[in-house]
């Protein structure tokens, strides 16, 4: 009986997470959320605004900014002028939402208000959805920083 409800949970989050994959694979998904995690006993929580399309992505939240045109991520912040450079492989949309379990709750329209993700590593995400709006596709450069990373930055290319 265990093993039953645990198979029916898994599918219930598996579904979840599918559900959010396939709002956000034929069309550009603009989000705003609020999160919280405790790290080590220390409670973090923030705002963040994400912009995600296909394998790219763009989220802006806290002092940061990550880009992502699915060939490359940039990790940018301003405030230092310091920008890290990733050549990635595999590495879209899914990835951010590659969590071992996912509840995720929807309005009566269908738009996810809420959700909790334990991710691989163990580290429980808590995140509200303040906003979700769904637009057409995007042009792939909106999905990189548009900045001229110039003498007076720290770029470190990884």
Not at 54 to 79: P, Q, R
Request: with cysteine; proline share 3%.
């Amino acid at each position: 009986m265990l093993i039953v409800a645990s198979a029916a949970a898994q599918q219930t989050q598996h579904a979840a997470l599918e559900r959010l994959r396939a709002a956000i694979s034929d069309s550009c998904v603009s989000l705003k959320c609020s999160y919280s995690m405790n790290v080590s006993q220390t409670r973090i929580q923030g705002e963040v605004v994400a912009v995600l399309q296909g394998n790219a992505f763009t989220i802006h939240g806290d002092g940061i900014e990550m880009y992502c045109d699915g060939t490359k991520l940039w990790t940018v912040d301003s405030s230092v002028k310091e920008v890290y450079v990733e050549t990635i492989e595999g590495v879209d949309v899914n990835a951010l939402l590659d969590s071992v379990s996912a509840e995720i709750e929807y309005d009566a329209l269908g738009n996810p208000t809420s959700a909790v993700l334990l991710m691989k590593d163990g580290l429980k995400v808590n995140i509200k959805i303040l906003s979700y709006v769904k637009s057409k596709i995007k042009p792939e450069d909106s999905f990189r920083p548009q900045v001229d990373f110039g003498p007076d930055w720290v770029v470190t290319e990884l």
